[in-house]
């Protein structure tokens, strides 16, 4: 039962930081940049809002992006960030699939413990790799920022991600530290076979001292 409450607190974890990567990955408010004061970088439309996909300008009358379309011209930290985040939010479905295919409710044909286990360790390795991808980006884009322009503060979606990443890796290595048996598996100390000829239910392994009938 033990095991069980583990590997779904951690897959509920590694799902929700899924989700806060996926947020994190579609939406453009990862750092604020701006050369002076919030006030008249407002007043001068100069308070932007960068991310993955889109340049913003922030101002009291106007919000405006402008996609960030020309890849070759990009600089290598929005590269490298778009991409590591992509293959965050697509390991993301295989490694729940392979997590909820591993719980003891769940049996599929020529089920066992052992496959079971495998399982739930290919799962728990990629939502530790979502994590990696995850803190990578979400570390060096900031850091990237402000060495090509005036880096403000954290924008929302940066805080996703790092949410997003720091609950995959918890849910990662719980599954990991999941450990048990496979409860479908009966023992041999309670197995029994049923005979055709006489149509009952007869223990497979019967007792050692069992009294001898007495010969008349």
């Keep these: ?14 799902c929700a930081g899924w989700v806060g990567i996926i947020v994190a990955t579609a ?70 699939l392979l997590v909820l295919m591993s719980m003891p409710c769940v049996r599929l044909q020529n089920d066992n413990s052992a496959i079971k286990q495998r399982r739930a360790r290919v799962g728990g390795v990629l939502f530790i790799l979502m994590a990696l991808c995850g803190i ?43 450990h048990g048996t496979d409860p479908g598996i009966p023992g041999r100390d309670n197995s029994f076979y049923y005979s055709r000829q006489g149509g009952t239910a007869t223990p497979l392994d019967p007792p050692a001292n069992h009294a001898k009938s007495a010969r008349v």
């Design 27 to 96: 939406t453009n408010d990862w750092v604020r940049t701006c050369d002076y004061a919030v006030a008249t970088c407002v007043r001068m439309d100069e308070l932007g809002s960068q991310g993955l996909w889109a340049e913003c300008v922030i101002s009291p009358a106007l919000y405006h992006c402008v996609a960030l379309s020309q890849i070759l011209s990009l600089p290598a930290y929005v590269q490298t960030a778009r991409a590591l985040m992509i293959c965050a939010c697509l390991l993301g479905l295989p490694a729940l």
């Design 136 to 178: 990578i980006s979400t570390v060096w884009f900031p850091v990237g920022s402000h060495q090509e322009e005036g880096l403000m503060s954290f924008g929302f979606s940066l805080y996703a991600g790092w949410v997003g990443s720091g609950l995959c890796l918890l849910g990662g290595f719980t599954i990991l530290c999941c």
């Design 1 to 14: 039962m033990a095991h069980m409450c583990r590997q779904i607190t951690g897959s509920m974890a590694s």
